[in-house]
Structure formats: C-alpha cells, structure tokens
C-alpha cells in the first residue's frame, strides 16, 4: 500500500519542501513512491506521532502563563522546548527513512515565521 497525498504532504511539510514545487525535489519524490511496504508502515507511524505531538504542543503553548512580569519569564518553556527536540528528533528520522536531507527545523522558534507557526516570545 503506498502512502496516501495527504501522508506524502505531511512528510513535505515536516521536511521543509514546498508542496507547490514538487518537480524540484527529484529525490524526495522519488522516495515517497519509492518505499518499502515496511518503510511506508514506518513512515505512517510518525507522521501520526508528529501530528500527534503538534497537537500536544499547540496545548503545551496554551498552558503557558507569565511567571515574573518584569523579564517575562513563561512558565512551562521547558515543556515546549522538550517537545520541539522531540518533534525534531522524529523529521530526522523521517528524513532518514527517505534517504533525504530536512530543508528547516520544523519544530522551532527561529523558524516560526515559515513552517511551524509558533512565535518566538522573548
């Protein structure tokens, strides 16, 4: 069973590559038709664990509050931070699957005005 549109636009997006320009990455193309039927069982269970963490994250961003107004210190930066690295851990390892280097961190603040969506306080 190959991967479905939505999976290999989900392991674009994780990746860094521009879902409009796909005949530009050859070899990412490539390897989302291209893989194994275990790969491709891999491949669908992190992307479920990275939609799952997204979602764990965007909470995790939600529960934050102002502990110390003078600096603005937020609680529960630590959380959001151990979540990033864990979701920056998981595209390597996608990356890795499909034999493809990550364009961008997905999962940080110094990439939040392209693909991640959260802004960098501070």
Partial sequence: MALSEVQKADCRRYLGYS??????????EG???ALSPESEVRVG????????LEDTLFGAVDRQKVVKAE???LAG??????LWAMGNRMVSNLASILGVAS???YFSS?????????????
Avoid: C, M
């Fill in 19 to 28: 879902d409009r320009d796909r005949g530009l990455y050859n070899a990412l």
């Fill in 77 to 82: 930066a630590a959380e959001v931070r151990t």
């Fill in 71 to 73: 600096d603005v210190i």
């Fill in 45 to 52: 269970t992190l992307l479920t664990r990275l939609n799952s």
């Fill in 103 to 105: 364009r961008a961190p």
């Fill in 31 to 33: 390897a989302l038709t």
């Fill in 110 to 122: 110094t990439n939040a005005s392209s693909t991640s969506g959260f802004a960098h306080r501070g």
